[in-house]
């Protein structure tokens, strides 16, 4: 199912669908199918320049972080245990010091704020290790968040590959723990996706999130010109929106386990 996930998602990205469209493109017009190939390129141009301007890029992610909002540390309650999803972190760098932070970072950094306001006396890093890697995510994030100086109670779960696993793994040590209600912490675009999934292990979920990528203010560049920061942040979204299809698909959110194979 992770496969059929990523691929699925591979195909709906605004750079992957305008070759998809290219290439049938070529196809059609090499069987003499000409304005079935005119309209088919029109259309990838279309949708590559859509996603790429602010108009695309906040139609398709605004709608996934506006349900969660930036809240102010002292704002959120005590909770037993903040929960950090893996997401921050690409692998090892490239000299094998710790791991690489990436445009989610932020989830460490708020969950270090969190931690740090005493919002829960324990912390549950999620994340395990990627194709061909020997360290998790959970590893490389404990260890970024050693480095700033984050001490006490921590805990890892380095056996899941999604947030599906994300939840049920973290689920199991939680409830060893006798913990039901946690703070929960990523990316805003991502929680809609990952909240349900936790409470369908029957926690009591307070989302937490951080990294909201939505801009309050368009800025110097004009919403119609595409820049590559905006369509990064369309392929986020459609990224998004197809793992919430297919769980929602599945029945994943009402499932309260899944096997471990």
């Not at 199918?33 to 029109?42: G, Y």
């Not at 398709?60 to 959120?76: F, I, K, N, S, W």
């Not at 760098?93 to 989830?107: K, Q, V, W």
Request: glycine content about 8%; proline content about 4%.
């Amino acid at each position: 199912m992770l496969l059929v996930s990523k691929l699925l998602a591979l195909f709906v990205y605004p750079l992957s669908f305008f070759f998809i469209l290219v290439i049938v493109s070529i196809v059609l017009r090499r069987r003499l199918a000409s304005r079935s190939a005119n309209a088919l390129r029109l259309l990838a141009v279309a949708w590559l320049y859509f996603c790429a301007t602010e108009w695309g890029a906040s139609l398709l992610l605004a709608p996934l972080e506006r349900g969660y909002p930036a809240v102010e540390t002292d704002a959120l309650p005590v909770a037993e245990a903040i929960v950090v999803l893996g997401g921050a972190m690409t692998n090892k760098s490239r000299f094998g010091l710790g791991g690489d932070l990436n445009a989610s970072a932020d989830r460490l950094w708020h969950s270090a704020a969190l931690f740090s306001a005493g919002k829960a006396p324990i912390m549950v890093l999620s994340g395990g290790a990627g194709l061909g890697q020997s360290t998790t995510e959970a590893e490389l994030m404990l260890g970024a968040l050693r480095a700033i100086g984050i001490d006490g109670a921590i805990e890892l779960e380095t056996q899941s590959q999604t947030t599906r696993e994300n939840a049920y793994f973290t689920g199991k040590l939680l409830n060893a723990h006798g913990i039901t209600h946690i703070l929960l912490v990523t990316s805003a675009a991502h929680m809609r996706r990952a909240m349900p999934l936790f409470q369908a292990q029957g926690l009591l979920v307070t989302p937490a999130a951080t990294d909201h990528q939505t801009p309050l203010h368009v800025g110097a560049i004009p919403g119609w010109l595409p820049t590559t920061e905006r369509l990064a942040r369309s392929t986020r979204a459609l990224h998004e929106w197809v793992g919430y299809w297919i769980y929602e698909r599945l029945g994943h959110f009402e499932m309260a386990a899944i096997t471990e194979d």
